[in-house]
T-cell receptor, first 111, second 115 residues
């Protein structure tokens, strides 16, 4: 059974304090590793897809990286508007689009 | 595009009643997914469709749950009879297989409370 585990469960940062979120995965035949952002009362918003170990993607203050067992979401000089829940998900096997989600990391950035 | 549209946003119902959740996917998207989100279990895939055909319903918790997609622009998730443990946020998402990045677009969800 595919599993995705995120850590920490919650992270509090001061504005400007860089850090990383971790996503460990056991996904058979990984076809893609996804990162989403979810704000309270809203659906998850797609951020990145990573396909192979060594791949990196960037968007503003966020950078996602992938190894054979983990993915990291690096947040550089965060701002209060980066506060949200960040979700990691893996897609494996031959079933297109069937994602297994982690429990998420709740990020709070204080001004 | 208006994105994935779900209705209602909130639903409060009594145990034993039938509940129907609705979803309009993004035009041109060929995949539609129904997810349930709770604090305890996170996001769980219930069922998904490709070109209106159900592909995998292994996540549907029991026979009380059913989903249909009569055409490319509409899907429903029905719970009959509803129970308090069904209380959760139900998300619909759609995607286009030709995009290559597998990124879903989620709706804003329906918060269901069964009392």
């Amino acid at each position: 059974e595919d599993q995705v585990t995120q850590s920490p469960e919650a992270l509090r940062l001061q504005e400007g304090e860089s850090s990383s979120l971790n996503c460990s995965y056991t996904v058979s035949g990984l076809r893609g590793l996804f990162w989403y952002r979810q704000d309270p009362g809203k659906g998850p918003e797609f951020l990145f897809t990573l396909y192979s170990a060594g791949e990196e993607k960037e968007k503003e203050r966020l950078k996602a990286t992938l190894t054979k067992k983990e993915s990291f979401l690096h947040i550089t000089a965060p701002k209060p508007e980066d506060s949200a829940t960040y979700l990691c998900a893996g897609a494996g096997g031959t079933s297109y689009g069937k994602l297994t989600f982690g429990q998420g990391t709740i990020l709070t950035v204080h001004p | 595009d208006a994105g994935v549209i779900q209705s209602p946003r909130h639903e409060v119902t009594e145990m034993g009643q039938e509940v129907t959740l609705r979803c309009k996917p993004i035009s041109g998207h060929d995949y539609l997914f129904w997810y349930r989100q709770t604090m305890m279990r996170g996001l769980e895939l219930l069922i998904y469709f490709n070109n209106n055909v159900p592909i995998d319903d292994s996540g549907m918790p029991e026979d009380r749950f059913s989903a249909k997609m009569p055409n490319a622009s509409f899907s429903t998730l029905k719970i009959q009879p509803s129970e308090p443990r069904d209380s959760a946020v139900y998300f619909c998402a759609s995607s286009f297989s030709g995009a290559g990045n597998y990124g879903y677009t989620f709706g804003s969800g329906t918060r269901l409370t069964v009392v």
